[in-house]
């Protein structure tokens, strides 16, 4: 076996890449599969609730929507936060890398900008029901995808 001193830069490489697939795959193959839809819930109800019911014109002034999509928000970091300690996943991709790995979580983000493109003919409270809706689909489907991926990977490496 050769030692850390007589690896060729791709025999390091390539050691490295294993190493991680298989960190991530143990890791996230202990996700509930319930996290994905929570996650894509609490975002859809934080963004609807604070961007469509938290305003002045909303019942209660928006007071409601304001506890309620602040309660929602803060709910939702708790967990993802508490995700990514528990599983070790980091919070950032790699430098140098791209492709599916680093585009695919971007798929919520411009669902949820698209989303907001409702607010143009029907007003704020669409565009925040519209960008809460996609946003949080895109979210779970995302989440759910790199589950499902990440435990079929799991079952491959054991």
Same mark, same amino acid.
């Given at each position: 076996?050769?030692?850390?001193? =007589? /690896? =060729?830069?791709?025999? %390091?490489?390539?050691? !490295?890449?294993?190493?991680?697939?298989?960190?991530t795959a143990a890791a996230t193959a202990a996700t509930p599969?319930?996290?994905?839809?929570?996650?894509?819930?609490?975002?859809?109800?934080? =963004?609807?609730? !604070?961007? +469509?019911?938290g305003g002045p014109g909303s019942p209660a002034g928006g007071l409601w929507g304001n506890l309620a999509g602040a309660a929602a928000a803060?709910? /939702?970091?708790?967990?993802?936060?508490?995700?990514?300690?528990? =599983? +070790?996943i980091s919070?950032?991709?790699?430098?140098?890398?791209s492709g599916p790995r680093t585009l695919l979580p971007l798929l919520p983000l411009a669902a949820y900008a698209a989303?907001?493109? %409702? $607010?143009?003919?029907?007003g704020r409270? %669409?565009?925040?029901? $519209?960008s809460g809706l996609t946003g949080g689909? %895109? !979210?779970t489907a995302v989440a759910l995808r790199h589950n499902a991926a990440a435990r079929?990977?799991?079952g491959r490496h054991q």
């Open positions: 076996m050769p030692t850390p001193e =007589t /690896l =060729t830069s791709d025999e %390091a490489s390539a050691a !490295l890449q294993a190493a991680e697939r298989a960190r599969v319930w996290l994905a839809p929570v996650q894509g819930a609490l975002f859809a109800g934080a =963004t609807i609730l !604070l961007f +469509g019911f803060v709910a /939702l970091v708790v967990l993802n936060i508490r995700e990514t300690r528990r =599983t +070790g919070l950032w991709p790699t430098p140098g890398r989303g907001w493109l %409702a $607010a143009v003919p029907a409270v %669409a565009g925040a029901v $519209a689909l %895109a !979210l079929a990977s799991h």
